[in-house]
């Protein structure tokens, strides 16, 4: 089975904290991307990572930074998380256009 | 920015009617695809279709890519099939997928 692994499922962090979001997938595909999602606003591109240090940024990157030094892997970075951060986050790879997504990482920055 | 419409926000329906999703787009689409999310939370890809129609069980999908637009029929409805469809378009001969807001359907036993 296609898997895509998220952790941690849960997390709730202070202001100024800092944020690790980590995503494994199994099935060796190249593209993978994260995206958060809040209510009223749908699911919203934060990256994209076309392969191992190969990123670009989606439509909202600011305040996030990511890392992709395996091709398995892909991790999402909140330096000092801000309560706007406040969210679902979603990780997903794709195969010839199809995506498989994590179970999400939900966030809450008090 | 290019834009993904998708009607209605919400649907209720009895158990065994069908229902008919639609989604408009703004541009030019090379990929178009539908996802569910279950009321957990967790998506998974329904199905792929950038042009013409396709089937897979009870869905079936039709894009008319002129017209900007897909609909997404599902037939003989069940409690099971409540959550969010959610339409994704990918523009041009990138990678980057643009959601819709998604239709919330309740299938009522």
């Known amino acids: 089975d296609m898997k895509v692994t998220q952790m941690p499922r849960y997390l709730i962090k202070r202001m100024g904290e800092n944020v690790l979001l980590e995503c494994g997938q199994d099935?060796?595909?190249?593209?993978m991307y994260w995206y958060r999602q809040d209510p009223g606003l749908g699911l919203q591109l934060i990256y994209i990572?076309?392969?191992?240090?190969?990123?670009s940024e989606g439509d909202i990157p600011k305040g996030y930074r990511v890392s992709r030094k395996k091709r398995e892997h892909f991790s999402l970075i909140l330096d000092s998380a801000k309560t706007n951060q406040t969210s679902v986050y979603f990780c997903?790879?794709?195969?010839?256009?199809?995506?498989?997504f994590g179970e999400g990482s939900r966030l809450i920055v008090v | 920015g290019q834009q993904v419409q998708q009607s209605p926000a919400s649907l209720v329906l009895q158990e065994g009617e069908n229902a008919e999703l639609q989604c408009n787009f703004s541009?030019?689409?090379?990929?178009l695809q539908w996802f569910y999310q279950s009321p957990g939370g967790s998506l998974v890809s329904l199905l792929s279709?950038?042009?013409g129609t396709k089937h897979t069980g009870r869905l079936t999908s039709t894009t008319v890519t002129k017209e900007r637009r897909s609909s997404l029929h599902i037939s003989s409805s069940q409690t099971t099939d409540s959550g969010t469809y959610l339409c994704?378009?990918?523009?041009?001969?990138?990678?980057?997928?643009?959601f819709g807001g998604g239709t919330r359907l309740t299938v009522r036993p």
């Open positions: 994704a378009i990918v523009y041009n001969a990138g990678a980057k997928l643009t």
């Open positions: 279709n950038p042009s």
């Open positions: 990572s076309y392969d191992v240090d190969s990123n």
């Open positions: 541009s030019t689409a090379t990929q």
């Open positions: 099935m060796s595909h190249e593209t």
């Open positions: 997903a790879s794709s195969l010839r256009g199809t995506l498989y």
